[in-house]
């Protein structure tokens, strides 16, 4: 869902960080999805090439870690990571819980650049 | 040359979400309620929204909203029949509403007059849940017409939303709707959901509905009271 758009604000937000540290050249990006963010690890990795091509980011490597949900739950008193996105209950008690701890990211997590 | 790792931590969509952070500071402060209504298209939103539009102008609530379509302002045009202030949003294409297009269309309303701003988002259950538009409370419409398992092929939507209108349940006997699977599902994909029933043509759940904004309402004003009491003791230097 949108992911050409939301790389090219990735390629944006790289970009600038970029500069900024006065680097040369991108080398990799760090991406964190969670499983509710909608969004598609394989068609980010389509279309990073596109987007990044002309930019500083030309040739690099998009890395993606893909997070499964996890929720508190209270009767356990821990997080507990869930195998879905179909039923928000602890594996352990079945008691539900809407208290997610992770799972809805879309986060630029860190870049590695060439610098002088 | 040597290579260097360098920390961004940042949301992909970082912009809009300052942007409706910066909106929900606004909200919060000018006392406004602000919902956005999420649904697929023909769940009922302008419907739910005409009625609650034109019962609570007419009872005096400071009321207004703004409903978003990729093309004509037929709801807009609607909704002003209610006789509250309503702004057409038309994105010509794009198949959610976000921060930046709500700013840029409360341009000229003032905030503090208002008591509830409603925005009817573009039908759609995929892309609006990951644009945070600055809301207090996000309601998702589902339909007796759209089957009852629609929450759990749309988790992420779902379990976005703080609450959950079923509509149109003047027709759930012709649909054969089975209400008690609807809400099941609607809970297993977001378990602390609260759900009404809504029928917008017949009245059916509105008073539930308006009740339930009234209590939204007064809980507000009296976190700003204890706010305000909170910055005034600060300033005391207690």
């Known amino acids: 869902m949108h992911e050409l758009s939301l790389i090219y604000s990735v390629v944006e937000t790289v970009e600038q960080s970029a500069k900024q540290a006065h680097a040369t050249e991108v080398v990799s990006v760090k991406l964190r999805i969670g499983a509710l963010s909608g969004v598609v690890k394989d068609a980010l990795l389509f279309c990073y090439e596109i987007a990044a091509d002309g930019t500083m980011l030309a040739g690099s490597r998009l890395e993606i870690e893909e997070v499964p949900v996890a929720i508190y739950c209270q009767p356990c008193a821990q997080v507990m990571v869930l195998g879905g996105v179909q039923s928000f209950r602890c594996p352990t008690c079945e008691t539900p819980s809407g208290d997610i701890r992770q799972g809805r990211e879309l986060d630029i997590v860190s870049i590695e650049l060439e610098v002088p | ?30 006392g406004v309620l602000v919902l956005n209504l999420v649904s697929s298209p023909g769940a009922g939103k302008t419907e739910f929204l005409q009625k609650v539009l034109t019962d609570l102008h007419h009872s005096g609530v400071r009321v207004a909203a703004l409903v978003g379509d990729l093309e004509t302002d037929n709801d807009a045009r609607r909704l002003m029949a209610s006789g509250a202030p309503v702004r057409q949003i038309t994105t010509h294409g794009c198949c959610h509403l976000d921060a930046g297009m709500i700013e840029r269309h409360l341009q000229g309303w003032e905030l503090g007059e208002l008591d509830i701003l409603f925005i009817e988002n573009v039908g759609n259950l995929v892309c609006p ?56 599902n609607l809970h297993a994909v977001r378990p602390d959901m609260r759900i009404f029933e809504i029928s917008s043509k017949k009245g059916t759940g509105m008073v539930e509905w308006l009740d339930y904004l009234a209590d939204i309402q007064r809980s507000i004003k009296q976190d700003r009271a204890t706010g305000e009491e909170r910055k005034s003791l600060v300033a005391a230097g207690e």
């Open chain 2, 129 to 184: 849940s990951n644009y945070d538009l600055g809301e207090a409370v996000r309601v998702a419409l589902l339909s007796v017409t759209e089957g009852e398992d629609k929450p759990l092929k749309y988790p992420g939507m779902f379990n976005s939303a703080d609450v959950a209108l079923i509509t149109k349940i003047d027709l759930a006997e012709a649909c054969e709707f089975d209400r008690e699977t609807a809400m099941a």
């Open chain 2, 1 to 30: 040359m040597e290579t260097r790792v360098l920390e961004i931590r940042k949301s992909v969509l970082n912009k809009n979400d300052e942007l409706a952070r910066k909106l929900r500071t606004r909200f919060e402060t000018a």
